[in-house]
């Protein structure tokens, strides 16, 4: 649920205020990996980003192990928050601005750790922001609206997957039912990168092991494929295969050969299955070194882009789209678009 973020102001005359203040809204995404935050204001195109940030944390570094959250990692997933908090509270005290419509999500991590509500507490008593952890269905959903642009007349059916850092997000859509995207199943497989790069993150550096952890993950969303049959709705064709995760935008830039990452020719970008395949196999035989060296990957995530690959091997294997769609976009933007089509729906309401 969105919260009204603001800071007490003195009372301004009216004539000192400069027109109608314009709505800005914020969305907090704190996953097993990053923290990221993202304020924008409505546009007629969808929104302009008025600030981001993003910050990794591993707020689950351990997590397999104990079942907890460490105390380090609670620390500097409270420290981003902070400053998430502080450069959100910049918007709410301008007088320009309304007061800012916000939500503050987590995921995987809090949702699997035992001390994840404890957690949860501590962050609304440290920053005031009004965390709240989601379940893996709104999720999701969430992934479902940030992509809801690229998906317009872009088929009948989408399948979607998100390889997060504790799970990984598949959802099937329908298309062509009206205005907006309609979730029809969704899975959510408790692995992402950081728990396989904990569990076996040696694995992915050779072939056998690369080969029998994307065989184990196929295994695993067999059952999905039994109820929803995609593999035989791709054969009739009118099916888009989506990734927003940091594993297929990595895969983009290798693919794209980008001396540096650049979002805008990444997001969105449709790569044919064979364009896939190379890039996946230059990722693999890069090694360690390579891709700590690779300009669109960098020391700090080299650690899991393998294990990202092998569960992107196995989507990718299962479910033989003829392409796939890169979407550099997530939570952040799922939900300012969620809370201003709310706006946009309660602002009618009171208008009828």
């Known amino acids: 649920m969105a919260s009204q973020f603001s800071l007490a102001q003195p009372t301004r005359p009216v004539s000192h205020r400069r027109g109608k203040r314009r709505a800005v809204f914020g969305g907090i995404d704190l996953g097993t990996n990053n923290c990221r935050m993202l304020v924008g204001t409505p546009t007629a195109q969808g929104f302009h980003i008025l600030d981001s940030f993003s910050r990794v944390v591993r707020l689950g570094e351990g997590l397999y192990e104990t079942g907890q ?30 007061p800012i419509r916000l939500r503050a999500i987590a995921t995987e991590a809090c949702r699997q750790a035992e001390n994840g509500h404890e957690f949860v507490r501590r962050v609304r008593q440290t920053t005031g922001l009004p965390l709240e952890i989601i379940n893996p269905r709104e999720e999701a959903e969430l992934a479902v609206e940030s992509c809801a642009p690229l998906l317009r007349r ?107 990452y650049k979002r805008g020719l990444v997001d969105g970008v449709s790569l044919s ?6 890039a996946l196999a230059e990722a693999r035989a890069l090694g360690r070194e390579g891709l700590s060296r690779h300009p669109c990957i960098g020391h700090e995530r ?18 033989q789209a003829p ?30």
């Open 69 to 98: 959250l460490s105390e380090l990692a609670m620390e500097r997933a409270i420290a981003s928050l902070s400053i998430c908090a502080e450069r959100v509270r910049r918007f709410a005290g301008d007088e320009l601005n309304g």
């Open 302 to 319: 080299v650690e899991f882009v393998l294990p990202g690959c092998a569960i992107f091997a196995a989507i990718h294997e299962l479910w």
């Open 273 to 278: 299955r064979r364009a896939v395949d190379e």
């Open 323 to 352: 392409r796939l769609m890169v979407a550099d976009r997530g939570l952040r933007e799922g939900m300012l678009m969620r809370l201003m089509r709310d706006m946009h729906a309660h602002k009618s309401r009171l208008h009828a």
């Open 154 to 260: 872009a088929g009948r059916r989408a399948l979607l997957f998100d390889i997060g850092g504790g799970s990984t997000e598949i959802a099937w859509v329908r298309l062509d039912a009206g205005p907006h995207p309609e979730l029809i199943g969704y899975l959510s497989l408790p692995v992402g990168v950081v728990t396989l790069s904990e569990r076996c993150a040696g694995a992915c550096y050779q072939n056998e092991g690369f080969s029998r952890l994307a065989e184990d993950i196929v295994a695993m969303l067999r059952p999905f494929e039994a109820v929803h049959r995609i593999g035989e709705e791709i054969r009739r064709g009118g099916v888009v295969m989506v990734g927003t995760s940091g594993t297929v935008t990595t895969l983009a830039g290798v693919s794209l050969k980008l001396e540096r």
